[in-house]
């Protein structure tokens, strides 16, 4: 069977796609194409009509950050009267309302604030594991920018760091801080943070030392399609070195609110890098819909575009929220939105293992 819309033959048949493949898949505009070779995909990796989902909460324990990244309209400078820290009784009570509507996923992130060293994040990681340990509670904590962070400040390395977190009760990594994976968009929308190549070795490490995490990439501030190519090979590169990588997460920059600015791209170009990305990254087995930037019902389209996981259940959220994003579902509707798309829930734990 000849490729559909003139694209490289590699994107119908599954052999793997080079960067100069996958670069000239964005020249194909047509999403119907695209989706059918990325469902293709998909159904190597997961060939059941089955969609999973976990049941957890998104944290931010501290909206405190030094970096000041142009994209962000979550963060409060050190010193600022609307910075916070939540108290370890608020933090304790955000779990137990997971803990009792059956969640297991604790997403726990926050900015990179001064105020605090690795002995808090390791008391705080062994009181909530004393506690909700035995409920299964996951520990999904922390990007790596937050890890490089805490290893700087600790005159530690980052493999010391993450061992020392593991220990406390650290499971698996969420993939945030990697925006775009080339220093060129790095240094205009984030100049402050870790670089590319710094992100990727904390999950390197991370791996090495059997933690688990995911990836991501926020596309559409100041990247182009080859910086997006790019970073999906650094990506893959280094999923063929660890195989640590569980699942990818794409979503669209949201400027409201954020010094960037600019304009929020639609569900056209998120369904087309959607596609790509599933083709590109022919060694990561699950692909997370972004349902929270998009929409439930452009969520459900995704499943036909690569996707095979709904991601999670969202009981709050600040960071999306504050560049303008409110969407906000339970397990109930999620599970109707799969059916209603013609799939078979079912639920997982962080580590993508069926729960319940």
């Known amino acids: 069977m000849t490729s559909p819309c003139a694209m490289p033959a590699h994107a119908w048949t599954g052999e793997r796609l080079s960067a100069s493949d996958a670069l000239a898949l964005t020249a194909c505009h047509d999403l119907t194409a695209l989706g059918a070779c990325a469902d293709r995909a998909r159904r190597r990796h997961n060939p059941d009509k089955v969609v999973t989902y976990v049941v957890g909460r998104n944290v931010n324990y501290t909206n405190v950050c030094w970096v000041r990244c142009r994209f962000c309209a979550f963060y409060r400078e050190p010193g600022n009267a609307e910075g916070y820290v939540l108290t370890r009784d608020e933090l304790r009570s955000k779990v137990r309302e997971m803990v ?11 900015g990179l604030n001064p105020a605090l060293d690795l002995a808090w994040y390791e008391s705080l990681f062994r009181d909530l594991k004393a506690e909700f340990g035995p409920s299964g509670l996951i520990l999904h904590a922390l990007s790596p920018a937050e890890v490089i962070y805490i290893a700087r400040r600790s005159r530690l390395s980052v493999s010391d760091t993450l061992s ?19 220093e060129r968009v790095r240094k205009e929308i984030a100049p402050l943070k870790n670089g590319a190549d ?8 991370a791996h090495r030392l059997g933690i688990p995490t995911t990836a991501t990439m926020m596309y559409g501030s100041a990247d182009t399609w080859a910086d997006r190519v790019e970073h999906l090979m650094r990506i893959r590169d280094l999923q063929d070195e660890t195989g640590g990588f569980t699942a990818f997460i794409l979503w669209p920059f949201q400027p409201d609110g954020t010094e960037l600015g600019g304009t929020r791209t639609g569900a056209y170009e998120y369904l087309r890098t959607l596609a790509i990305s599933r083709l590109a990254l022919d060694n990561v087995p699950h692909f997370q819909v972004s349902w929270v930037t998009q929409g ?6 995704a499943l036909g575009y690569g996707a095979d996981d709904f991601g999670s259940t969202m009981m709050e959220e600040n960071v999306v929220s504050a560049a303008g994003c409110t969407y906000r579902i339970g397990a109930r509707e999620i599970e109707r939105l799969i059916r209603t798309a013609g799939y078979e829930p079912r639920r997982r734990n962080t580590r993508y293992e069926p729960v319940g």
């Open 100 to 110: 009792d509507e059956g969640g297991v996923e604790l997403l726990l992130q926050g």
């Open 164 to 182: 020392r977190l593991k220990a406390a009760g650290l499971d698996s990594i969420p993939g945030g801080g990697a925006e775009i994976l080339t």
């Open 198 to 205: 710094e992100w990727l070795d904390c999950m390197r490490q």
């Open 296 to 301: 439930p019902r452009v969520g459900q389209i």
